[in-house]
């Protein structure tokens, strides 16, 4: 069936380095994208969201990027710090209300 | 924002036995939704829960493993129903924002089962 995936399981990068992850997705039809933040032992925290019609959406410190063409979504975190190690999920929305989540991504931040 | 508890976080179950977990929100939300997440796994949503309707249950999940009850707009309790080790998971609950695009987590319940 359709889904949504990630390339990266696993990120490593340098304290004040920009992150960048990223998501494919293949339900043309989804319309509206989300990212969320999970860390150890909480539930999943919204990042920042985007809707079909658009292609970049900035937040503080975090960007995405969404590519219809090549059903492709990105997170970029500008300045990372230790506390961005977690978990990132990219999630569809397919309509009535449903999200469909990606694998995952773990993001280690060094210091 | 609205907030959202699960209670118990954690347990350990025996085999066989059933739990139920419940689902606290300080406002009121027409769609509330239960998901499982598997260790190292992401989220695999198990059923949405509407207030005076039955919930819709997603493929592979069915009412007698799963049941959910939603007796009203602020509540909502999921039952792990004749446990096994494969039903370890952390299990969560979330609403639908104003829009009903974007969904809020609560905190997980994290069962293990032996």
């Known amino acids: 069936g359709e889904s949504v995936g990630l390339h990266l399981p696993t990120l490593s990068v340098q304290e004040g380095d920009n992150s960048i992850i990223n998501c494919a997705y293949s339900?043309?039809?989804?319309?509206?994208f989300i990212w969320y933040k999970q860390e150890s032992g909480k539930g999943p925290q919204f990042i920042i969201d985007i809707r079909s019609n658009m292609d970049k959406r900035q937040g503080q410190r975090v960007t995405v990027l969404l590519n219809k063409t090549v059903k492709h979504l990105s997170l970029q975190i500008a300045a990372t710090q230790p506390g961005d190690s977690a978990v990132y999920f990219c999630?569809?929305?397919?309509?009535?209300?449903?999200?469909?989540f990606g694998k995952g991504t773990m993001l280690l931040v060094s210091p | 924002s609205a907030v959202i508890s699960q209670k118990p976080s954690r347990d350990i179950c025996q085999r066989g036995t059933s739990l139920t977990i419940q689902c606290q929100v300080d406002s009121q939300v027409t769609m509330m939704f239960w998901y499982r997440q598997q260790p190292g796994q992401s989220l695999t949503l198990i059923a949405t829960?509407?207030?005076?309707?039955?919930?819709?249950?997603e493929s592979g999940f069915v009412i007698d493993k799963f049941p959910i009850s939603r007796p009203n707009l602020t509540f909502s309790t999921l039952t792990v129903s004749n446990m096994s080790p494969e039903d370890s998971s952390i299990y969560l609950c979330?609403?639908?924002?104003?829009?009903?695009?974007?969904?809020?987590f609560g905190p997980g319940t994290r069962l293990t089962v032996l």
């Open positions: 999630a569809e929305n397919r309509g009535y209300s449903t999200l469909t």
């Open positions: 829960a509407n207030q005076g309707s039955e919930a819709t249950y």
């Open positions: 979330s609403l639908a924002g104003s829009k009903r695009d974007t969904q809020y």
């Open positions: 339900n043309s039809a989804s319309d509206y």
